[in-house]
């Protein structure tokens, strides 16, 4: 099984100022859209605690903590530790439980395994101390998410970039290539080459000051340097940057659907997933529609009847979740890792 990317992967067309736009789109921002509030609680605190008892204290940006200040109170949960020390997020490790992480791991993992397979072993024995309470975490962004396997993360890297492909996410403001990033993956099925816009800008020529139409342009200058694309994302980038944290049913195919996103080419893999999101957002509509309606006393027996209906047709087609049924969505987990309150 292949790994995600190749030992000798080159990093090339990134200046500073590319690099921090990059990295600012992993940055958590509120949903709302509202610039970051100064008040709002910062860093995290880092609990070890064990026999019953609180063992180490550490703030990420104010350093080691009393323990007289929690140990009166102790056991405490992490929502309260970390709203106690004014802190966005807080961490509690049991004595022993990254030992078990690391003898575990140590123990299961193989000669030939790839960094992909060693991730995803690695995130399953945090899970699995985490569901033993021995390790907690607020706030808990990924909770109930399933775990990809391994070959479900390279089926979706096949189909989405094939061998010898390359994929584009180009970002524009005010009428400029504000950033972008391609990544080419080469015969092997590893990505060997990560391409910024510094390689790129020289090529696209004269822009219109409108990425609708400068899309083209740096498609184009893309495969003139990496090769053939199979999927490229265009947007501006505070477009995109909302879509990221938005929880709205259907808003990354609604965004598709008026052009605020343009995917070109796009893969049938991808094609897909957008249509059933669609599915979702007419779903909700209707089912809230319907929730409205359920105080009727002349309806009220249609209108169960419509719900379950709809229940059971959007589990058939996927647009539901059925609850023994896991699926893992890669939108879902950036929306979730990059989403705060405020």
């Not at 030992?99 to 960094?115: I, P, Q, Y």
């Not at 962004?141 to 180009?170: E, F, Q, T, Y």
């Not at 590893?190 to 400068?214: I, N, S």
């Not at 929730?291 to 996927?318: H, N």
Request: net charge neutral; charged share 25%.
């Amino acid at each position: 099984m292949p790994a995600v990317f190749s030992a000798d992967v080159r990093f090339e067309g990134f200046t500073q100022s590319d690099w921090t736009r990059v990295l600012s789109l992993f940055k958590p921002r509120a949903t709302s859209g509202k610039e970051r509030d100064p008040d709002r609680p910062q860093g995290g605190v880092i609990v070890v605690h064990g026999d019953g008892r609180l063992r180490k204290l550490l703030h990420t940006q104010a350093g080691r903590l009393r323990l007289d200040d929690v140990a009166a109170d102790w056991p405490l949960g992490v929502e309260e530790i970390a709203r106690r020390h004014h802190a966005s997020w807080a961490l509690s490790i049991e004595n022993g439980a990254l030992e078990n992480v690391m003898e575990g791991f140590a123990a299961k993992v193989r000669r030939g395994d790839d960094l992909t397979s060693q991730s995803i072993l690695f995130a399953t024995l945090i899970r699995d101390e985490t569901e033993a309470g021995r390790i907690a975490l607020y706030p808990a962004r990924l909770k109930g998410i399933p775990m990809p396997s391994a070959g479900m993360v390279n089926r979706s890297l096949d189909a989405i970039c094939p061998a010898g492909h390359a994929v584009v996410v180009g970002l524009f403001d005010s009428g400029e290539l504000w950033t972008c990033i391609v990544l080419r993956r080469g015969s092997s099925g590893t990505f060997d080459w990560v391409l910024g816009p510094d390689e790129v800008r020289r090529d696209m020529g004269l822009l219109a000051g409108d990425f609708r139409r400068d899309y083209r342009h740096l498609a184009r200058a893309v495969e003139k340097k990496a090769g053939k694309l199979s999927l490229g994302v265009f947007s501006e980038m505070k477009t995109f940057r909302a879509l990221s944290v938005d929880p709205t049913p259907g808003a990354w195919a609604r965004a598709v659907a008026i052009r605020d996103v343009i995917l070109a080419p796009v893969p049938a893999a991808l094609a897909i997933p957008l249509g059933i999101d669609a599915g979702r957002a007419a779903f909700s509509a209707i089912k809230s529609l319907t929730e409205r309606a359920q105080g009727l006393t002349i309806v009220s027996p249609f209108v169960t009847l419509v719900r379950e209906a709809l229940g059971q047709a959007a589990i058939a087609a996927g647009l539901q979740k059925d609850d023994d049924a896991a699926e893992f969505d890669l939108l879902e987990v950036v929306r979730r890792l990059l989403a705060r309150e405020r």
